[in-house]
Structure formats: C-alpha cells, structure tokens
C-alpha cells in the first residue's frame, strides 16, 4: 500500500491544473483570430439580398480547346467590373459550357462586398446559330431559352433573390428562358418547405440599348404558359366545371376580357347534345364559357378559340388503365390554353378580335353514364354513334365549333387532346396539327419556329372522313371503322363539324406531360404547350409584313 504526502498531492496537482503559459497564448491567439473571421464573414452576410447576374458566351461545342467569345453585354461586364477576371477564370476552369449548360463564378470582382456574388456563365453554342430549316426551329433563340432556364434553375437552388439576366442577343427568349425555367407547382405544400422563387430582371449596362419591350413581351408569353401550367396541374377534385369557370373570371376580368358563364340549361336550349352525354353521369354540372376580348372595332371578324374542357377524363364506361388516370386532370389542357392566351392577347393590348369557346364537363362513371352504342345529336341535327366512351373528347368539341359558327369568324381554331397515339408518333417534339388552309398551316409553322413550341401537319384527307362515316346506323362515329390512324379520325370527325370558312385542329396531347428533360425550361409534370406558340400565332396573323402568303 502507497502512503503519498499532503506536499506532494499539492505539487502533483499544480502540475496538473495549471496549463503552460505557451498554451494560454494560443488559445487567447485562435480566440482572437475566430472572432475576426466571424466579424468579417458577419460583414459580408450583412449584405442584403444575394444577387446573380447570368451572361453568355459563344464557343464551338465540338472544339474542347475553343477559348471563347462573350457576347457584348458580358465582354463589358467583364472589363468594366472584374478587370478581365471573370473570363480568365472562365477559361482555366476547362471547356466552355455548352447550350443548355452553366457555369457559375463566385465573388469575381475585386470588391470586398461584390454586387453580385455569383456570376452564371452560359453555352450559347457558335455565334452563326439561327434558322434551322431541317429542325425548322430558330436555333439561336432555343439556345438563349434552355440555357438561360437552367442557369436560372441552378441559381433558384442556390437560395438566390434576385437574378438579372442579359439579353443574350435576343431579350424575348431569355425572358421566356427564365420565367419558365424557374416556375413549380406549389401551391398545396407547406409554405416552409416551398422552393425558393427568385425576382428576374433584365441586366443592361450604361452604354448599350435595353430592348426592354422584348423583355416584357417574352415575360408576358411566359406567364401566359405558366397560367396554363398551373391550371393542368390543380388536382381534378379542387378544379372542377364550376371551380374552373370561377378561376376563369378572376383571372379574366382582371386583363379586360369578358366572360360569360353559361350553365346547363343553356346547353339544352342550344341543342347541345353531343357535348351534355359526356357530362350526365358526374355530380358536377356542364358549363359552358364564352370569352370576349375586342382589341379593335366591334365589326371586326373575330378568332374563335375552342378549347376542350374536360376536367377529368375517367373514360366513362369504357374505362382507362390504372397509369392513364393519373395525368387525366391535364385533360383541359386545350381550356386552359384558351383562358392563358386571352389573357396574354389582352396583356400585350394586340389590335383583334378573339372570341373564346370552353364546354367545361367530367367523364366519370356513374348510374347516368353515357353507353356504348349510344345515339345523340349534335346542333346541326346530325346523328353520332358513340362506339366508345373514352373518345369522347370529339363528342364535347362538336358543339362547340358548330356554335363558333355563329360569329362569322376569321378561322376557328380547336385545342384538344384527342387521341393518345399521338405520343407514339411525336413523343414530346412537336403538337399535331390538321388544317383545310394551307394559309393557316403556313402561319402557325412560322410561329411554332420562333418560339421553339413546334408543330407538325398531320394529314386531314378523305380516307378518315370515310372511315367515321362508314357506320349504317347513324351520320359519323366517334372512333370509326379500324383500328389505325387515330388522331387522324379523331380530325376527320370534327371537320364534320365545321360547315364552312378556315379551320385549324391543334392535338396537343403528347405535350400534355414532359418528363423534364427534354427542355431545360420545363420542370417534369405538366408543360403548358403549346400556348406560346398560339399566341405568337395571333400575333402574326395581323402583321401584314410577317404572315405568309401562297405563291400565284
């Protein structure tokens, strides 16, 4: 047994408690220096919102070793605020990005506190981009879009407040570029876990002209197929006939277009047959929109725009497959393209007439549904076999270009989803379109070319008038004799329905959907199409200078 003196513990714990004078200092000195750093890094927190600016550069994507050329906006920024920096840095961080690709710069001007603390450089690919008549697209302006979305997209995760964004050559694609890049559907999550939505702004610089109209007209398009968007994706038990026609008013009224809520019983007076049977089985009643907005004199012959309202589409009877269902609340998509382009036409106050027609009802199943081998009658007195009650979208349009009649319009143009073959044969490239005018197919080709929102010209010809009239029992058939050339069928029935004048069918239903990675500037989930497309379309019907004619 050890016996330890009373001295001894004493010194052994002095030893022990009392820490060298060297450690004492380099733990004063670490102190010292971490406050320091917490002070300045305090100093640079402390400025207020985070800012991003984006601008391009042009670079051969096939050439690793190609220095690059920013465009005049960037090249400015370049010299005037980092002093050369920011494309030195851009070059020793390897290849120049490629369209549809970003590059982020962080805290490159020589400032203490930088103005913007990120700078998103992006691939707009050769400097010679521009039509393309075999993709007939305008490659220059989808490069400024999809670049611009992801750079916008990659900036939005960073938590960023305010983007300002250059014109990269063309100030109406980069704004539609970024609005679009940056929109999600969240409306129904808890507001704490919603994404961060940052401000756009175009960046311009003292000495250069600010195509500030272009910026506004891009961010009205854009905002146009975001309504869209967000109308596809309201679920189907929170959007339905009637909760759709009051959003329609209070979107509408506010833009300067009329809207007229006409119910049931109106149908019935009007005849209106073919569109009532999809409807009577759901709790829900039918409604019927009609849309006025007069840019010009009252004498002016107006646009019909008839957009198929199906809130949800069950397939009735005939019912569709457990994967089908899911997507079936876009199946308004051709309403919603109506609703956002009136208000886009009225937002940029273009000199026309539009006149917008919505039958608005649910295919459900129910103890009054609609059968196969069903007769109705349309306005025009002609008798329609339903040979299937998941086609029913032609039976809702009908009505509703028969009653387009009435206004003597300029053309009628018809957006619906009609047949699901058309994915099959576009997948997500391009809508199918079937006209009587060659004059009209030449203008939405055109538009299609601008905004990237392409088009595709199906063939409308007798072969599939023949095939829904072959029936003995009535006057047409809504699906028609074989199994092929669905979509086809599906135009070559509406026709039917259109007596006289120029006449366009937009069949957007492999657009419906995207999976996201198609297009930078489309989130997955419902994309909208092709409402920018349309409403360039109508901007281009009443530019003398613009709209095609046939040669003599």
Not at 87 to 109: D, H, Q
Not at 139 to 163: G, M, N, W
Not at 390 to 397: A, F, G, I, N
Not at 466 to 487: E, F
């Amino acid at each position: 047994m050890f016996r330890f003196s009373r001295n001894a513990i004493s010194r052994a714990s002095s030893l022990v408690l009392r820490p060298p004078v060297v450690q004492l200092q380099r733990r004063h000195a670490s102190q010292a220096i971490n406050q320091m750093l917490q002070l300045q890094q305090m100093e640079i927190c402390a400025d207020p919102p985070s800012r991003a600016l984006v601008v391009g550069v042009y670079a051969d994507e096939e050439d690793k070793n190609d220095a690059g050329i920013l465009t005049p906006t960037g090249w400015r920024y370049n010299v005037q605020k980092t002093h050369g920096r920011m494309l030195e840095v851009l070059r020793m961080s390897g290849p120049m990005p490629k369209r549809g690709e970003t590059r982020l710069l962080f805290a490159i001007e020589p400032e203490r506190v930088p103005y913007y603390s990120v700078v998103a450089i992006i691939g707009l690919g050769k400097e010679c981009l521009g039509y393309n008549p075999y993709e007939v697209l305008d490659e220059q302006k989808e490069a400024i879009r999809r670049s611009v979305a992801d750079a916008c997209r990659v900036l939005a995760e960073l938590d960023t407040d305010r983007i300002e964004v250059e014109n990269c050559g063309h100030a109406e694609s980069a704004a539609e570029g970024a609005a679009l890049g940056i929109w999600i559907y969240q409306e129904l999550r808890d507001p704490k876990r919603r994404l961060s939505v940052p401000s756009i702004d175009l960046f311009a610089t003292k000495d250069e002209i600010c195509d500030i109209e272009g910026w506004r007209i891009g961010l009205q398009k854009a905002a146009a197929q975001n309504l869209t968007r967000q109308l596809q994706e309201m679920p189907s038990n929170l959007l339905t006939p009637t909760a759709f026609a009051q959003n329609v008013v209070e979107v509408l009224c506010k833009s300067g277009v009329n809207v007229e809520v006409k119910v049931e019983g109106w149908a019935e007076s009007q005849s209106m047959h073919a569109f009532l049977a999809v409807g009577k089985a759901s709790c829900e009643p039918p409604i019927f929109l009609e849309l006025s907005y007069y840019g010009t004199c009252a004498e002016e012959r107006p646009i019909v725009l008839v957009g198929q309202g199906v809130t949800y589409d069950a397939g009735g009877l005939c019912l569709k497959q457990k994967h089908e269902l899911f997507h079936m609340r876009g199946d308004m998509t051709g309403a919603a393209v109506v609703v956002a382009t009136c208000r886009a036409v009225a937002g940029l106050r273009l000199p026309v007439n539009i006149r917008g027609l919505i039958p608005l009802c649910e295919n459900v199943i129910g103890c009054n549904s609609f059968r196969p081998g069903d007769m109705v009658k349309s306005m025009n007195g002609k008798t329609i076999e339903v040979q299937c009650t998941d086609h029913e979208d032609v039976l809702v349009l009908a009505d509703a270009l028969l009653y387009g009649q009435n206004f003597c319009p300029k053309c009628i143009i018809d957006i619906g989803t009609c047949s699901g073959y058309m994915r099959q044969s576009l997948d997500e490239a391009a809508c199918g379109v079937f006209t009587n005018s060659e004059i009209l197919w030449q203008q939405i080709k055109h538009a299609s070319m601008h905004t990237g929102d392409r088009v595709w010209r199906f063939p409308l010809w007798n072969y599939y008038s023949k095939a829904v009239r072959a029936g003995g029992r009535s006057d047409v058939q809504n699906y028609g004799i074989g199994r092929g050339g669905r979509p086809c069928k599906a135009a070559a029935f509406l026709r039917e329905f259109v007596p006289c004048g120029q006449w366009m069918h937009i069949d957007a239903t492999n657009v419906m959907i995207t999976r996201g990675d198609e297009f930078e500037y489309l989130r997955a989930g419902m994309a909208g199409r092709p409402t920018r497309t349309l409403i360039e379309f109508i901007a281009q019907t009443i530019c003398k200078d613009t709209a095609p004619k046939l040669a003599k």
